[in-house]
Protein backbone atom coordinates (compact mmCIF):
# COMPACT_ATOMS: atom_id res chain seq x y z
CA UNK A 1 0.00 0.00 0.00
CA UNK A 2 1.35 3.46 -0.74
CA UNK A 3 1.97 6.18 2.00
CA UNK A 4 0.23 9.50 1.48
CA UNK A 5 2.46 11.70 4.11
CA UNK A 6 0.56 14.72 5.30
CA UNK A 7 2.01 15.28 8.30
CA UNK A 8 4.88 17.16 7.73
CA UNK A 9 4.63 19.35 10.89
CA UNK A 10 5.62 16.48 13.35
CA UNK A 11 8.51 15.23 11.06
CA UNK A 12 10.04 15.44 7.99
CA UNK A 13 11.83 12.80 5.76
CA UNK A 14 15.89 13.53 5.23
CA UNK A 15 16.16 15.09 1.65
CA UNK A 16 18.39 12.86 -0.53
CA UNK A 17 20.87 15.60 -1.25
CA UNK A 18 20.75 15.90 2.56
CA UNK A 19 22.13 11.91 3.37
CA UNK A 20 24.74 12.31 0.64
CA UNK A 21 26.07 15.29 2.00
CA UNK A 22 26.31 13.11 5.72
CA UNK A 23 27.07 10.27 4.90
CA UNK A 24 31.05 11.10 4.36
CA UNK A 25 31.25 11.56 8.26
CA UNK A 26 29.81 8.60 9.51
CA UNK A 27 32.64 6.41 6.89
CA UNK A 28 36.08 8.24 6.60
CA UNK A 29 35.64 11.98 7.94
CA UNK A 30 34.73 10.74 11.29
CA UNK A 31 37.76 13.32 13.49
CA UNK A 32 36.62 15.10 16.44
CA UNK A 33 36.91 18.89 15.69
CA UNK A 34 37.84 20.24 18.54
CA UNK A 35 41.74 17.86 17.86
CA UNK A 36 44.66 19.88 17.54
CA UNK A 37 45.41 17.26 14.26
CA UNK A 38 44.56 18.33 10.88
CA UNK A 39 42.72 14.69 10.47
CA UNK A 40 39.98 16.68 13.14
CA UNK A 41 40.75 20.12 11.61
CA UNK A 42 39.47 19.63 8.32
CA UNK A 43 36.12 18.49 9.91
CA UNK A 44 35.78 21.63 12.38
CA UNK A 45 36.09 23.51 8.72
CA UNK A 46 33.01 21.61 7.80
CA UNK A 47 31.27 22.05 10.93
CA UNK A 48 31.77 26.39 10.05
CA UNK A 49 30.74 25.62 6.86
CA UNK A 50 27.37 24.19 7.95
CA UNK A 51 27.31 27.00 10.47
CA UNK A 52 27.36 29.49 7.57
CA UNK A 53 24.43 27.78 5.81
CA UNK A 54 22.40 27.79 8.91
CA UNK A 55 23.35 31.57 9.18
CA UNK A 56 22.57 32.39 5.75
CA UNK A 57 18.70 31.14 5.80
CA UNK A 58 18.42 33.45 8.90
CA UNK A 59 20.56 36.42 7.57
CA UNK A 60 22.48 36.11 11.01
CA UNK A 61 26.22 35.82 11.30
CA UNK A 62 27.46 32.13 11.76
CA UNK A 63 29.15 33.06 15.27
CA UNK A 64 25.32 33.76 16.13
CA UNK A 65 24.88 29.85 15.69
CA UNK A 66 24.88 27.49 18.47
CA UNK A 67 23.80 24.09 17.28
CA UNK A 68 22.00 21.61 19.70
CA UNK A 69 20.60 18.43 19.80
CA UNK A 70 17.09 19.60 18.93
CA UNK A 71 14.70 21.99 18.76
CA UNK A 72 13.23 21.33 22.37
CA UNK A 73 16.67 21.97 23.94
CA UNK A 74 16.82 25.56 21.99
CA UNK A 75 13.97 26.32 23.44
CA UNK A 76 14.67 25.27 27.11
CA UNK A 77 18.64 26.87 26.58
CA UNK A 78 17.24 30.23 25.53
CA UNK A 79 14.29 30.97 28.10
CA UNK A 80 15.93 29.51 30.87
CA UNK A 81 19.43 30.40 30.06
CA UNK A 82 17.76 34.03 29.74
CA UNK A 83 16.36 33.88 32.75
CA UNK A 84 19.45 32.86 34.97
CA UNK A 85 21.32 35.42 33.44
CA UNK A 86 19.01 38.00 33.72
CA UNK A 87 19.86 39.30 37.37
CA UNK A 88 16.88 39.10 39.50
CA UNK A 89 14.83 39.28 36.65
CA UNK A 90 11.97 36.46 36.70
CA UNK A 91 9.20 37.16 35.07
CA UNK A 92 8.51 35.57 31.76
CA UNK A 93 5.97 36.07 28.98
CA UNK A 94 4.43 33.30 26.87
CA UNK A 95 1.41 32.44 25.02
CA UNK A 96 -1.53 29.69 25.67
CA UNK A 97 -0.37 28.10 22.04
CA UNK A 98 3.20 27.60 22.40
CA UNK A 99 4.66 23.93 21.95
CA UNK A 100 5.22 21.94 24.83
CA UNK A 101 9.05 22.33 24.65
CA UNK A 102 8.46 26.10 25.78
CA UNK A 103 5.60 25.78 27.69
CA UNK A 104 6.97 23.00 29.81
CA UNK A 105 10.04 25.22 30.77
CA UNK A 106 7.96 28.19 31.50
CA UNK A 107 5.89 25.72 33.47
CA UNK A 108 8.81 24.36 34.95
CA UNK A 109 10.72 27.90 36.05
CA UNK A 110 7.11 29.32 37.53
CA UNK A 111 6.94 26.32 40.16
CA UNK A 112 10.52 27.19 41.12
CA UNK A 113 9.22 30.90 41.70
CA UNK A 114 9.25 32.74 38.10
CA UNK A 115 5.99 34.88 36.83
CA UNK A 116 5.02 33.21 34.55
CA UNK A 117 2.13 35.30 31.85
CA UNK A 118 0.64 33.14 28.89
CA UNK A 119 -1.07 35.43 26.62
CA UNK A 120 -4.78 34.85 25.59
CA UNK A 121 -5.31 34.57 21.16
CA UNK A 122 -8.29 35.06 19.02
CA UNK A 123 -10.64 32.74 17.55
CA UNK A 124 -8.89 32.89 14.63
CA UNK A 125 -5.47 31.91 16.83
CA UNK A 126 -4.36 35.74 16.58
CA UNK A 127 -1.93 37.22 19.21
CA UNK A 128 -3.81 39.59 21.82
CA UNK A 129 -1.41 42.52 21.55
CA UNK A 130 -3.04 44.40 24.38
CA UNK A 131 -2.42 41.61 26.62
CA UNK A 132 1.38 41.76 25.43
CA UNK A 133 1.05 45.61 26.23
CA UNK A 134 -0.24 45.20 29.42
CA UNK A 135 1.99 42.15 30.87
CA UNK A 136 5.23 44.10 29.42
CA UNK A 137 4.06 47.27 31.83
CA UNK A 138 5.42 45.33 34.71
CA UNK A 139 8.93 45.74 35.00
CA UNK A 140 10.54 42.68 36.45
CA UNK A 141 10.54 40.56 33.07
CA UNK A 142 13.41 38.99 32.09
CA UNK A 143 11.81 37.34 28.36
CA UNK A 144 9.32 37.53 26.36
CA UNK A 145 8.92 33.73 24.40
CA UNK A 146 6.21 33.62 21.16
CA UNK A 147 6.63 31.62 18.22
CA UNK A 148 7.02 32.52 14.96
CA UNK A 149 4.41 30.15 13.46
CA UNK A 150 2.03 27.51 15.23
CA UNK A 151 2.60 23.79 14.71
CA UNK A 152 -1.19 22.76 14.67
CA UNK A 153 -2.71 25.58 12.93
CA UNK A 154 -0.12 27.36 11.04
CA UNK A 155 -0.96 31.07 12.30
CA UNK A 156 1.87 33.84 12.02
CA UNK A 157 2.59 36.08 14.44
CA UNK A 158 3.35 39.37 13.69
CA UNK A 159 7.34 38.69 15.39
CA UNK A 160 8.64 41.84 14.41
CA UNK A 161 5.87 43.62 16.28
CA UNK A 162 6.16 42.37 18.97
CA UNK A 163 9.92 41.79 19.42
CA UNK A 164 9.81 45.63 19.14
CA UNK A 165 7.60 45.84 21.94
CA UNK A 166 9.31 43.04 24.18
CA UNK A 167 13.17 44.93 23.01
CA UNK A 168 11.76 48.44 24.17
CA UNK A 169 10.32 47.33 27.78
CA UNK A 170 14.08 46.10 28.15
CA UNK A 171 12.93 42.01 27.72
CA UNK A 172 14.92 39.86 26.18
CA UNK A 173 12.78 38.05 22.86
CA UNK A 174 13.08 34.92 21.97
CA UNK A 175 11.40 32.94 19.09
CA UNK A 176 10.45 29.44 18.99
CA UNK A 177 10.60 29.18 14.81
CA UNK A 178 10.55 25.71 14.35
CA UNK A 179 7.88 25.40 12.05
CA UNK A 180 8.92 28.79 10.26
CA UNK A 181 12.06 28.17 9.38
CA UNK A 182 12.60 26.64 5.86
CA UNK A 183 8.73 27.63 5.01
CA UNK A 184 8.74 31.52 5.36
CA UNK A 185 11.34 34.11 4.72
CA UNK A 186 13.51 35.10 7.78
CA UNK A 187 15.32 38.14 8.25
CA UNK A 188 17.06 38.60 11.47
CA UNK A 189 18.70 41.68 10.43
CA UNK A 190 15.09 42.78 10.21
CA UNK A 191 13.51 41.35 12.97
CA UNK A 192 14.89 42.39 16.19
CA UNK A 193 14.82 38.83 17.90
CA UNK A 194 17.34 38.47 20.41
CA UNK A 195 16.89 34.14 20.36
CA UNK A 196 15.28 31.73 17.67
CA UNK A 197 14.84 28.12 17.81
CA UNK A 198 14.96 25.95 14.93
CA UNK A 199 15.13 22.11 14.50
CA UNK A 200 16.49 19.60 11.63
CA UNK A 201 13.97 17.39 11.31
CA UNK A 202 10.96 19.75 10.65
CA UNK A 203 13.21 20.81 7.18
CA UNK A 204 14.38 17.74 6.08
CA UNK A 205 17.05 17.45 8.26
CA UNK A 206 17.90 14.18 10.45
CA UNK A 207 16.03 14.10 13.89
CA UNK A 208 18.29 14.73 16.83
CA UNK A 209 19.78 18.41 15.71
CA UNK A 210 18.79 21.68 16.10
CA UNK A 211 20.06 25.56 16.43
CA UNK A 212 19.74 27.97 18.68
CA UNK A 213 20.14 31.63 16.67
CA UNK A 214 21.66 33.55 19.64
CA UNK A 215 22.48 37.27 18.59
CA UNK A 216 25.60 39.11 19.50
CA UNK A 217 25.52 40.66 22.71
CA UNK A 218 22.93 38.66 24.26
CA UNK A 219 23.01 37.54 27.65
CA UNK A 220 22.10 33.67 28.14
CA UNK A 221 23.67 31.18 30.22
CA UNK A 222 24.50 27.29 28.92
CA UNK A 223 21.94 24.69 29.73
CA UNK A 224 24.94 22.17 29.15
CA UNK A 225 28.28 22.35 30.80
CA UNK A 226 31.53 21.21 30.18
CA UNK A 227 33.84 21.53 27.23
CA UNK A 228 34.48 24.76 25.58
CA UNK A 229 32.67 24.07 22.61
CA UNK A 230 30.07 26.38 20.31
CA UNK A 231 32.32 29.29 22.43
CA UNK A 232 31.12 27.79 25.44
CA UNK A 233 27.39 28.21 25.09
CA UNK A 234 26.64 24.65 24.90
CA UNK A 235 29.40 21.73 25.77
CA UNK A 236 29.42 18.02 24.44
CA UNK A 237 31.24 17.10 20.98
CA UNK A 238 29.76 18.34 18.17
CA UNK A 239 27.22 15.74 16.52
CA UNK A 240 28.87 16.36 12.92
CA UNK A 241 26.99 14.15 10.76
CA UNK A 242 23.75 15.55 11.36
CA UNK A 243 25.17 19.31 12.11
CA UNK A 244 26.43 18.61 8.20
CA UNK A 245 22.69 17.60 7.25
CA UNK A 246 21.14 20.49 9.15
CA UNK A 247 23.25 22.89 6.86
CA UNK A 248 22.50 21.12 3.73
CA UNK A 249 18.92 21.30 4.72
CA UNK A 250 19.14 24.82 5.44
CA UNK A 251 21.00 25.78 1.91
CA UNK A 252 18.56 23.06 0.29
CA UNK A 253 15.48 25.57 1.70
CA UNK A 254 16.99 28.93 0.75
CA UNK A 255 17.55 27.71 -2.94
CA UNK A 256 14.22 26.00 -3.26
CA UNK A 257 11.95 28.06 -0.91
CA UNK A 258 10.04 31.08 -3.43
CA UNK A 259 9.30 27.79 -6.22
CA UNK A 260 7.99 25.37 -2.92
CA UNK A 261 5.93 27.75 -1.24
CA UNK A 262 3.88 28.93 -4.55
CA UNK A 263 3.22 25.11 -5.00
CA UNK A 264 2.84 23.82 -1.63
CA UNK A 265 0.32 26.34 -0.75
CA UNK A 266 -1.59 25.62 -4.28
CA UNK A 267 -1.71 21.69 -3.07
CA UNK A 268 -2.59 22.65 0.71
CA UNK A 269 -5.27 25.39 -1.09
CA UNK A 270 -6.96 22.99 -3.49
CA UNK A 271 -7.11 20.19 -0.63
CA UNK A 272 -9.03 22.89 1.88
CA UNK A 273 -11.01 24.13 -1.29
CA UNK A 274 -12.36 20.75 -1.92
CA UNK A 275 -13.14 19.56 1.60
CA UNK A 276 -14.98 22.65 2.10
CA UNK A 277 -17.18 22.07 -0.55
CA UNK A 278 -17.48 18.08 -0.19
CA UNK A 279 -17.81 17.99 3.88
CA UNK A 280 -21.04 19.52 5.22
CA UNK A 281 -19.54 20.96 8.62
CA UNK A 282 -16.19 21.51 8.38
CA UNK A 283 -14.42 24.46 9.52
CA UNK A 284 -11.40 25.75 8.72
CA UNK A 285 -9.30 26.58 11.86
CA UNK A 286 -6.42 29.61 12.14
CA UNK A 287 -6.19 33.02 10.45
CA UNK A 288 -6.12 31.80 6.87
CA UNK A 289 -4.64 34.84 5.67
CA UNK A 290 -1.66 34.46 7.70
CA UNK A 291 -0.76 30.75 7.93
CA UNK A 292 2.48 28.94 6.72
CA UNK A 293 1.55 27.89 3.11
CA UNK A 294 2.14 23.97 3.99
CA UNK A 295 -0.49 23.48 6.91
CA UNK A 296 -4.60 22.89 6.94
CA UNK A 297 -6.16 22.43 10.31
CA UNK A 298 -9.80 21.86 9.83
CA UNK A 299 -12.57 20.57 11.79
CA UNK A 300 -15.44 18.39 11.00
CA UNK A 301 -17.87 19.03 13.72
CA UNK A 302 -19.79 15.87 15.69
CA UNK A 303 -17.11 13.40 14.49
CA UNK A 304 -14.48 12.27 16.42
CA UNK A 305 -10.65 13.50 15.13
CA UNK A 306 -8.86 9.91 16.49
CA UNK A 307 -11.91 8.39 14.50
CA UNK A 308 -11.11 9.77 11.05
CA UNK A 309 -7.09 9.51 11.63
CA UNK A 310 -7.29 5.96 12.02
CA UNK A 311 -9.63 5.42 8.90
CA UNK A 312 -7.16 7.69 6.34
CA UNK A 313 -4.75 5.44 7.97
CA UNK A 314 -6.59 2.21 6.88
CA UNK A 315 -6.00 3.95 2.87
CA UNK A 316 -2.18 5.13 4.04
CA UNK A 317 -3.00 8.55 4.60
CA UNK A 318 -1.13 10.13 7.44
CA UNK A 319 -2.46 13.02 9.16
CA UNK A 320 -2.34 14.22 12.24
CA UNK A 321 -4.97 15.39 15.23
CA UNK A 322 -5.35 18.45 16.90
CA UNK A 323 -6.33 17.00 19.94
CA UNK A 324 -3.77 14.91 22.08
CA UNK A 325 -4.97 11.45 23.38
CA UNK A 326 -3.65 10.91 26.87
CA UNK A 327 -4.55 7.68 28.42
CA UNK A 328 -8.36 7.18 27.48
CA UNK A 329 -9.57 10.66 27.72
CA UNK A 330 -9.74 12.66 24.80
CA UNK A 331 -9.17 16.72 25.44
CA UNK A 332 -9.05 18.80 22.88
CA UNK A 333 -5.76 20.12 22.45
CA UNK A 334 -4.57 23.27 24.51
CA UNK A 335 -4.28 25.45 20.78
CA UNK A 336 -7.96 24.39 20.04
CA UNK A 337 -8.94 25.51 23.60
CA UNK A 338 -7.08 28.44 23.30
CA UNK A 339 -8.67 29.19 20.07
CA UNK A 340 -12.05 28.66 21.65
CA UNK A 341 -12.72 26.13 19.21
CA UNK A 342 -16.05 24.45 20.11
CA UNK A 343 -15.92 21.20 21.91
CA UNK A 344 -18.42 19.77 19.17
CA UNK A 345 -15.12 21.13 16.14
CA UNK A 346 -12.45 20.76 18.63
CA UNK A 347 -12.94 16.73 18.77
CA UNK A 348 -12.90 16.79 14.85
CA UNK A 349 -9.87 18.57 14.19
CA UNK A 350 -7.10 17.21 11.52
CA UNK A 351 -4.41 18.99 10.61
CA UNK A 352 -2.74 18.07 7.13
CA UNK A 353 0.85 19.35 6.71
CA UNK A 354 2.69 19.20 3.19
CA UNK A 355 6.10 19.58 2.21
CA UNK A 356 8.14 19.58 -1.38
CA UNK A 357 7.56 15.79 -1.29
CA UNK A 358 3.94 15.81 -2.16
CA UNK A 359 2.15 15.62 -5.09
CA UNK A 360 -1.09 16.79 -6.80
CA UNK A 361 -2.17 12.88 -6.43
CA UNK A 362 -1.90 13.03 -2.83
CA UNK A 363 -4.40 15.66 -2.72
CA UNK A 364 -7.14 13.84 -5.34
CA UNK A 365 -6.38 10.87 -3.28
CA UNK A 366 -7.52 12.63 0.05
CA UNK A 367 -10.19 14.12 -1.63
CA UNK A 368 -11.45 10.76 -3.12
CA UNK A 369 -11.79 9.36 0.25
CA UNK A 370 -12.28 11.59 2.79
CA UNK A 371 -15.86 12.86 2.34
CA UNK A 372 -16.92 9.21 2.12
CA UNK A 373 -15.10 8.42 5.52
CA UNK A 374 -17.16 12.29 7.38
CA UNK A 375 -20.23 11.01 6.07
CA UNK A 376 -19.67 7.47 7.47
CA UNK A 377 -18.77 8.55 10.89
CA UNK A 378 -21.17 10.95 11.00
CA UNK A 379 -24.19 8.14 10.18
CA UNK A 380 -22.25 6.44 13.30
CA UNK A 381 -22.10 9.44 15.85
CA UNK A 382 -24.15 9.40 18.01
CA UNK A 383 -24.72 12.76 18.53
CA UNK A 384 -24.63 13.67 15.14
CA UNK A 385 -28.08 15.36 14.96
CA UNK A 386 -27.81 18.69 15.74
CA UNK A 387 -28.19 20.29 18.81
CA UNK A 388 -27.28 17.11 20.45
CA UNK A 389 -24.50 18.36 22.89
CA UNK A 390 -21.12 15.86 22.73
CA UNK A 391 -21.08 14.99 26.88
CA UNK A 392 -18.08 16.82 28.27
CA UNK A 393 -15.31 15.85 30.14
CA UNK A 394 -12.72 12.57 29.25
CA UNK A 395 -14.56 10.21 26.87
CA UNK A 396 -13.18 6.89 25.95
C1 LIG B 1 8.65 20.07 16.63
C2 LIG B 1 8.60 21.35 17.38
C3 LIG B 1 9.45 21.59 18.47
C4 LIG B 1 10.37 20.54 19.04
O1 LIG B 1 11.45 20.24 18.20
P1 LIG B 1 12.23 18.85 18.46
O2 LIG B 1 13.41 18.94 17.57
O3 LIG B 1 11.29 17.76 18.07
O4 LIG B 1 12.59 18.83 19.90
C5 LIG B 1 9.38 22.82 19.10
N1 LIG B 1 8.55 23.77 18.68
C6 LIG B 1 7.72 23.59 17.63
C7 LIG B 1 6.83 24.70 17.20
C8 LIG B 1 7.72 22.37 16.95
O5 LIG B 1 6.88 22.19 15.93
Known amino acids: MKTIYLDNNATTCVAPEVLDAMMPYFTEKWGNPSSIHSFGGRVKRDVERAREQVAALLNAEPSEIVFTSCGSESDNMAIRGAV ?5 KIGIITTRVEHPAVLGICRYLGSRGCRVTELPVDSLGRLDMAALDQALTDGGRAVVSTMWANNETGVIFPIAKIAEKAKAAGCVMHTDAVQAVGKIPIDLRKVPVDMLSLSGHKLHAPKGVGALFVRRGTRVNPLIF ?3 QEGGRRAGTENVPYIIGLGRACELAMKNMQEERTRVAAMRDRLEKGILETCPDAR ?3 DRDN ?5 LNVSFEYVEGEAILLMLNDLG ?11 GSLEPSHVMRAMGVPFTAAHG ?4 SFSRY ?3 EDVDYVLQNLPGIIRKLRELSPFAAKGNAMP ?3 RK
Open 317 to 327: ICASSGSACTS
Open 349 to 352: SIRF
Open 392 to 394: AGG
Open 284 to 286: VNG
Open 226 to 228: GGH
Open 291 to 295: RLPNT
Open 84 to 88: EAANG
Open 358 to 360: NTE
